[in-house]
């Protein structure tokens, strides 16, 4: 079981900035890729970044250039960093982390930040 912890969600204004954080813990050593996934109120959930042990990334086209997702160097936390954000990135954010159980990928989620870009 992994338990995931999300942070740094907030109120900013468009061309603004925010870092988002994710803490895992519990069997954090199994995680084999780590990922922003962001919701609005009627959409569904979109995966916005995600990030593999061996450090590839993969951006939803709508925030490439602005979101950079990295890890910490205990591997055992995730950030997003957030840049030039517009009116849309506008969404509850979660943290999700995939473990492979055999044959089983297992989602392990956060409770989910809200980050709100408005004037």
């Known amino acids: 079981q992994v338990q995931l912890v999300e942070s740094g969600g907030g109120l900013v204004q468009p061309g603004g900035s925010l870092r988002l954080s994710c803490a895992a813990s519990?069997?954090?050593?199994?995680?084999?890729?780590m990922g922003w996934y962001r919701q609005a109120p009627g959409k569904q959930r979109e995966l916005v970044a995600s990030?593999?042990?061996?450090?590839?990334?993969n951006y939803v086209d709508s925030v490439k250039g602005r979101f950079t997702i990295s890890r910490g160097s205990a591997k055992n936390t995730m950030y997003l960093q957030m840049d030039s954000l517009k009116p849309e990135d506008t969404a509850v954010y979660y943290c999700?982390?995939?473990?492979?159980?055999?044959?089983?990928?297992?989602?392990?989620w956060g409770q989910g930040t809200q980050v709100t870009v408005s004037s």
């Open positions: 999700n982390a995939k473990t492979l159980v055999v044959t089983t990928i297992i989602n392990s």
């Open positions: 990030i593999t042990s061996g450090g590839s990334t």
């Open positions: 519990g069997s954090a050593f199994s995680i084999y890729v």
